[in-house]
């Protein structure tokens, strides 16, 4: 459980914009997506996660295949939204939701 907690703790480092969005654009705020997104993939990989069927990429745009070229688990803080938790997840909380 670990892994959870500290996955917990580094979302909440995420940086946020004005609109409540991650800021995948400042070097700060990359940086942060980025360890986030490495803690998901370690949290998914000590959880024993089975890795979902991704065949589905195939059909993607040049531009997206070139971020995510096979099946794989990847993460790219350059996908607009990779970092931002949904309303319904547990690992939002109202005091996320309100930090800039």
């Given at each position: 459980m ?8 580094t979302q909440?480092q995420?940086?946020?914009?004005d609109d409540?969005e991650v800021?995948t ?6 940086a942060?997506?980025?360890k986030?997104l490495?803690?998901?993939?370690h949290?998914?990989d000590?959880?024993q996660?089975?890795?979902?069927d ?10 997206y295949?070139v971020l995510?070229?096979?099946?794989a688990r990847r993460r ?7 970092c931002t938790p ?6 939002r909380?109202?005091s ?5």
């Amino acid at each position: 459980m670990y892994a959870v907690t500290e996955l917990a703790v580094t979302q909440r480092q995420l940086v946020l914009e004005d609109d409540g969005e991650v800021d995948t654009k400042s070097e700060a705020g990359q940086a942060v997506c980025t360890k986030f997104l490495d803690m998901v993939m370690h949290t998914a990989d000590r959880l024993q996660c089975e890795v979902a069927d991704r065949s589905y990429r195939h059909e993607f745009t040049t531009n997206y295949r070139v971020l995510f070229p096979d099946c794989a688990r990847r993460r790219s803080p350059r996908s607009r939204g990779t970092c931002t938790p949904s309303r319904s997840s547990p690992l939002r909380s109202d005091s996320s939701s309100s930090r800039t």
